[in-house]
């Protein structure tokens, strides 16, 4: 069970506020939000084909990272090499776009994800990017600059 797509940051959903310093998002200041890179689902996909009958039925939560969105951001001025600044879109915003997603937004900031990061990574041997790690290797949708 993946947790929130690393690679929604560069998808048309959020680049484009990123693009203009913005990481517009609709989670509390305090709520920590875990994530995980696609490729560490791929690697965590391969792992279930090689040891199928170990994990026949098995349920792994996947995250390799957790971070508030200003700790987000802050990764991602860096990799970008820009201030980015994180504001808090309003639940009412998303909500008349998008009751499903509100919904989601809702429930990630009063309950969230819970995926032991080190224990999965322990157990399974496989070390999950932190956002900083895929932020620099990511390439990203435009030049950063």
């Keep these: 069970r993946p947790a929130f797509f690393m690679e929604n940051f560069k998808s048309p959903w959020l680049w484009p506020g990123l693009e203009k310093g913005r990481l517009d998002i609709a989670l509390k200041l305090g709520t920590k939000l875990q994530m995980v890179a696609a490729e560490d689902i791929a ?3 391969l792992l279930a084909f090689e040891k199928n ?4 039925r098995a349920v792994i939560d996947l995250a390799g990272d957790e971070a508030t969105m200003p700790e987000a951001a802050a990764v991602l ?3 970008l090499g820009r ?3 994180y504001y ?5 915003d998303v909500r008349a776009a998008s009751p499903e997603m509100a919904a989601m937004f809702e429930w990630f900031n009063r309950v969230g994800l819970n995926a032991d990061i080190k ?3 322990k157990k399974h041997g496989i070390q999950a990017l932190t956002l900083k790690q895929w932020a620099h290797k990511v390439k990203w ?5």
């Excluded at 949708?141 to 600059?145: I, L, N, R, S, T």
């Design 119 to 121: 224990e999965v990574a």
């Design 77 to 79: 001025s860096e990799a």
């Design 88 to 92: 808090e879109t309003p639940i009412a």
């Design 141 to 145: 949708p435009v030049a950063a600059h």
């Design 53 to 56: 009958s170990g994990l026949n």
């Design 43 to 45: 690697r965590y996909a």
């Design 83 to 85: 201030k980015i600044q």
